[in-house]
């Protein structure tokens, strides 16, 4: 079925390796099928994408979604509401659309509501942290038969554990959530289970190996920033900038989630000379680079707080070097 065959794509399981392309070229012969999901995977698919232009597409293909009948597009819907991305923010309009994604079938829905009520992302959306609704919605997903939907609901109540939201800490509760999305090969929980072994991490016992392990199944996932950092930063291997500029590279050529962050450390080794002669307009380019791979600036994007977020990151960068935030 084109549909299994383009998350399997997707994700990169079941015995294929991830692949934005593939994955696009599987969703398009499902919509031909008369499968209405597969709108919402293509939008979600064109989302990662390195163009600014992108977001009235994805708008589009959640919304046909829809129309088709698919409850999986409210869910779309709903996460560019939540960020502003493609459209005006609108907080409260989300968590309607994540219920109405939930309430149609699509368990996804949970998941966006448990994010927004753990406060994870550390970003102020007006709705109040709230950790026994996060943990309901979390655990209401774990049945779902979508990969995606169970593997992100054990990466939330990981998160609770790790992060002490509503109660103390439990780093060994943590990881066993982590673990099961990530032996499952969901890239998110790999990142995840790679942090616990960060030798800056704090959480267990160093193990640069496992690190290096497990970030290299999340870029096997489509998620190749992390394993690149370790790389240009040293941490817990010993530095080596050539192989982080090879894997930045190779993810922007290739198709990659992490594209954006891939960028910015690109932006970080020209800008400071790692591993190179410092080279300023290769870094104001990338930083541009970077801002159309995300999208348009808002209120959260923190220059204080840059570590994996390249909006902020780019905006610091541009700042510091006197640029406009919009390429002229």
């Known amino acids: 079925m084109a549909l299994n065959e383009g998350i399997d794509y997707w994700f990169g399981i079941n015995g294929k390796a991830f692949d934005m392309a593939k994955a696009r070229d599987a969703f398009k012969r499902a919509t031909e099928f008369g499968s209405a999901e597969a709108y919402y995977w293509l939008g979600d698919v064109r989302r990662y994408d390195q163009d600014a232009g992108r977001w009235p597409e994805v708008l589009a293909f959640y919304q046909k979604a829809v129309d088709k009948g698919s409850s999986y597009g409210y869910y779309g819907l709903g996460t560019l509401y939540e960020t502003g991305y493609g ?3 609108d907080v409260q309009k989300a968590i309607e659309l994540y219920q109405k994604a939930a309430d149609g079938g699509c368990l996804m829905g949970n998941v966006g509501l448990g994010n927004l009520y753990s406060g994870i992302c550390g970003i102020d959306n007006g709705v109040a942290v709230d950790a026994a609704k996060a943990q309901a919605n979390y655990t209401a997903a774990l049945e779902s038969e979508d990969f995606a939907t169970r593997n992100a609901a054990r990466v939330g109540l990981g998160d609770l554990n790790r992060y002490a939201i509503g ?23 790999c990142r995840r289970v790679g942090d616990t072994y960060r030798p800056d991490a704090g959480i267990a016992e160093s193990d640069p190996d496992k690190m290096v392990e497990w970030y290299g199944k999340e870029a096997a996932g489509g998620f190749s920033y992390s394993l690149g950092a370790v790389y240009m930063n ?16 190779n993810a922007l050529d290739e198709g990659d989630r992490s594209a954006a962050m891939c960028m910015c450390g690109l932006v970080l080794m020209n800008a400071n000379g790692i591993g190179q002669d410092k080279d300023k307009e290769a870094a104001i380019d990338w930083c541009y680079k970077a801002i159309d791979a995300c999208g348009p600036f808002d ?7 840059r570590l994996h977020k390249p909006l902020p990151y780019a905006r610091y960068v541009l700042e510091h070097y006197g640029q406009p935030l919009e390429r002229s």
């Open 87 to 89: 459209v005006d923010k």
């Open 167 to 189: 109660a103390e800490a439990d780093q060994a509760k943590a990881l066993e959530w982590y673990q099961k999305a990530a032996d499952e090969g969901y890239y998110l929980a």
């Open 234 to 249: 040293g941490i817990g291997v010993e530095a080596d900038p050539a192989k982080a500029r090879e894997i930045f590279q």
């Open 299 to 305: 209120d959260s994007d923190n220059p204080e707080e």
